[in-house]
């Protein structure tokens, strides 16, 4: 039995009471800020006051079973909880317990609306789930939540790919917004510069208006308030050069490469763009026909990668050297890489392996093998380490601020190191770049709602 008093900091609880008091309100903070322990404390409060009768939460699937049931006998003690997710079957069962707060992922939404439902209110943990009103899951949706009256959204990473995410996170919680119409918000703050391929671009000072006015629904829990308490992260780039770059720029120029056994080819701009990140970490996928044996006289078409370079694995030893073996998380973003990986560290573990995340946090996993979207919301690994090396980055800023914050959250003693591999003149330096470009967006963004 946890016999720990758990107690809200003060600016948790300026958190928890801004959103008691609203119908509709947006919650933007940082990972590791607690937005969880603030929902829950506030949630309570409704049901305690006769506000609400009852709650759905949707989640990422993780996040669902890590996170939300953890941390409710911590913040809610009393309040009942199912988690919703599994078979049908199970799902049902769950939904038919009438608890007062039930937990379900994104991935079954449309499932869910489909059923009978009794909420009067929704949290949208990692509200960036939502943003495309053109979703199914959005549109299914936005149709049964009309008598769910309060509605509050949780996210760290609001902007995170750009002013035009904005719209969809806010139509669902509140269509007072920004408007119910996404082509009425584009004329506005946006000028089109390809009509053909639906391109948009932000009008000057659009992202400081749209901020403003968001800024009387929405609480932002300014990172000085909380990350001093954190321990310092410290991001350093470990750099190498290709070995060998004829492979490298023969498929930037030409879209394709011709190794001793195989030939690896893109068919556009997009699949070339995967390609040379690809051949950055030192491999490529190339197609390859195999006979079908369950056919005779069909073909499988599949895709087998090539090495030709080992540079960045190298480094990676020379840092876990180094480090003395001290428990790391590495992030991976192809399945090549992983068994890479696993190839070389036999006794690396996967998120997914039995009682992974315990096992990390007591300090009894030296390598944790993670992906960015099986491992960016919610979790808690800080207590297991205080490092983390990105093999390859994703292009997604939220994913990337949400992985590195997995370890850098309350909790951490340690100050936390952060190493991104690149591969110098390759498309790493401009996934990187564009990292730090969506980042300055999103401070701009945050900037205008103090």
């Known amino acids: ?131 495309n009103p053109s979703g199914a899951r959005f549109k299914a949706l936005l149709k049964v939540i009309d008598p769910m009256k309060i509605r509050w959204g949780l996210t760290g990473s609001f902007t995170s790919n750009g002013l035009e995410d904005v719209f969809g ?52 829990l300014e990172s000085s308030e909380y990350k001093d308490k954190l321990p310092p992260l410290r991001t350093v780039e470990i750099r190498s050069d290709l070995p060998d770059r004829e492979p490298y720029e023969k498929m930037k120029k030409d879209f394709v490469y011709q190794f001793p056994d195989a030939k690896a080819i893109a068919a556009n701009a997009a699949v070339v763009t995967q390609k040379l990140q690809q051949m950055g970490s030192g491999f490529i996928y190339v197609s390859d026909r195999k006979p079908d044996l369950t056919r005779p006289g069909e073909f499988i078409n599949t895709q087998q990668p090539v090495w030709f370079s080992a ?18 998380i590495i992030v991976y973003n192809y399945k090549e890489e992983l068994a890479e990986l696993q190839r070389r560290y036999p006794k690396a573990e996967t998120i997914d392996a039995p ?25 808690n690994l800080q207590h297991g380490g205080n490092k983390i ?17 997995r370890l850098h959250r309350g909790g951490q003693k340690h100050e936390v190191w952060c190493y991104i591999l690149l591969t110098n003149k390759t498309i790493d330096e401009k996934v990187w770049a564009s990292l730090a470009d969506k980042r300055a967006i999103s401070e701009i963004a945050l900037e205008e709602l103090k």
């Open 355 to 379: 009682n992974a995340i315990e096992r990390w946090n007591a300090g009894k996993i030296e390598l944790l093998l993670i992906h960015p979207k099986s491992a960016g919301h919610g979790l």
């Open 169 to 220: 996170q806010c139509k669902i919680v509140d269509q007072s917004l920004l408007g119910r119409s996404k082509g009425a918000f584009q004329q506005q703050y946006f000028v089109c510069i390809n009509r053909d391929f639906g391109q948009w671009e932000p009008r000057v000072g659009s992202l400081e208006a749209v901020m403003q006015r968001i800024k009387p629904a929405t609480f932002l």
């Open 389 to 405: 090396v990105f093999v390859s980055l994703p292009w997604s800023l939220e994913l990337y601020e949400q992985t590195v914050g």
């Open 1 to 131: 039995m946890d016999s720990q008093v758990y107690k809200l900091r003060d600016y948790q609880e300026q958190a928890a009471d801004y959103i008691f008091e609203r119908d509709r309100a947006l919650v933007l903070a940082s990972v590791g800020a607690g937005k969880t322990a603030i929902t829950l404390t506030a949630m309570k409060e409704m049901l305690d006051n006769g506000h609400i009768k009852r709650w759905l939460v949707l989640a990422p699937k993780r996040v669902c079973t890590d996170v939300w049931p953890v941390e409710l006998p911590k913040w809610a003690k009393g309040m009942s909880m199912s988690v919703c997710i599994g078979t049908p079957k199970q799902r049902m069962a769950a939904l038919k317990v009438k608890t007062q707060v039930m937990v379900i992922n994104y991935d079954n939404l449309q499932w869910l609306t489909e059923q009978y439902l009794d909420f009067d209110g929704i949290v949208f943990d990692e509200l960036t789930r939502l943003k």
């Open 311 to 328: 540079h960045k694995f190298e480094m990676l030893e020379d840092l876990l050297a180094e480090n003395q073996r001290a428990n790391t």
